[in-house]
């Protein structure tokens, strides 16, 4: 999976003077430069990965325009057939949680009429306030059969600070906090299933496998998204347990290892102006380290 997540340093010199050109440096230019640059990286990879994964705080920075171009980031990306992930990490209860769902998932209702704010495929979700703040989610995703997945272990090295803490359960035994809300994702899932997998997933990251191992016994039938490849370290041999034994079951995302690819030392002679095949031959690379890590384990 590739995660669109600009910054305006990543976006090549050519894109932002034809941007600048026609909206000024502003912040209109700005998110203008930032949709061209997404557009072309999604023309040169759709037929390799069956998603993509938008961070909307690195549209949000540039206010409503960056906003905008979220939302035609989005739209380009359902017609091209990648299943879209918001990368939106909301955490709140009662009528907040629900605007938030129906904003990204569902329709809102104006007058008599009905309409898609967002409409991303999959949204990811804080879970800290419980289930007071993913119920309302869950009900929006079976309305719409859509989904979430759900921070369980995320890839940040503060992370431990509260989700490896201790906890001692009924029966006595201590354990993690971040296996405790894998568990509860197995719950939230069982009452959301698809065919073979829920529609209720979970976000571990892929620099901690060791913890990947444990959680994806605890979640048999939940995707698990995996952040932290490529430029935070994670490698295709740390993410074999994340899969199930079908070789299925996880989704593995890399944002800037592959949208800013042509920056890196190994895709250089691409050049700026190829930034897209640079891109491309990422994704290529990312695959093949994938594929060559599950047919070794």
Known sequence: MVGLDPMLKYVPQHIQKKAFAEYGETLKGAAEAIWLYNKEIVDAVYDLVPAVKPQIAMYEQFGIEGLIAFQKTVAYCKDKGLVVIGDIK????????????????????????????????????????????VNPFI????????GLFILVKTSNPSSGEFQDRLIRCEDGRERPLYEIVGEKVAQWGADCMGDSYSYIGAVV???????????????????????????????????????????LGAIINSSRGIIAAYQQEKYAKYGEENFAEASRAAVLDMKEDIAQALSNR
Do not use: W
């Not at 329709?107 to 999959?122: I, L």
């Not at 009900?139 to 859509?146: A, D, G, T």
């Open 90 to 133: 909301r955490g709140d209860i009662g009528s907040t949680s629900e605007a938030y769902a129906v904003g990204h998932l569902g329709k809102v209702q104006v007058g008599g009429n009905a309409y898609y704010g967002f409409d991303e495929d999959f949204v990811t979700v804080n879970p800290y306030l419980g289930s007071d703040g």
């Open 139 to 146: 009900k929006v995703c079976k309305e719409e059969k859509k």
């Open 205 to 247: 990251g892929a620099t901690y496998p060791e913890m990947g191992k444990v959680l994806r016994k605890v979640m048999p039938k939940s995707f698990i998204l995996v952040p932290g490849y490529g430029a935070q370290g994670g490698k295709g041999a740390d993410l074999v347990h994340f899969f199930n034994e079908d070789g």
